[in-house]
């Protein structure tokens, strides 16, 4: 059973659980399979390397279901920002 909240309604997903977007560690595999089971699935970008990107960012946007991606701001170029919403059909929150 589903729990409804104000994370769940916003995000679209089923349950209000979000993998923390670690860098080095929640590659695309793991994000795509918390969004598979109902929560929002981060990807850890950490710096935004490219070839990182290339590579873990087909895994997540394959998912099926809402995620994201987590940078080190102070870290990160534009270009990398710019990478996970070509990936994907971005959608605005108020």
Not at 1 to 22: I, N
Not at 47 to 62: C, H, M, N, S, Y
């Amino acid at each position: 059973m589903a729990l409804a909240t104000a994370f769940t309604e916003l995000l679209g997903v089923q349950h209000p659980l979000a993998l923390a977007p670690m860098g080095g560690s929640a590659g695309g595999a793991l994000a795509a399979a918390v969004t598979r089971a109902g929560g929002l699935g981060l990807l850890g970008a950490g710096g935004g390397d490219p070839d990182w990107l290339a590579r873990e960012l087909p895994l997540v946007a394959a998912s099926g279901g809402p995620w994201g991606a987590g940078f080190l701001t102070w870290a990160v170029e534009a270009g990398a920002v710019e990478r996970p919403g070509a990936a994907r059909r971005c959608r605005s929150y108020p």
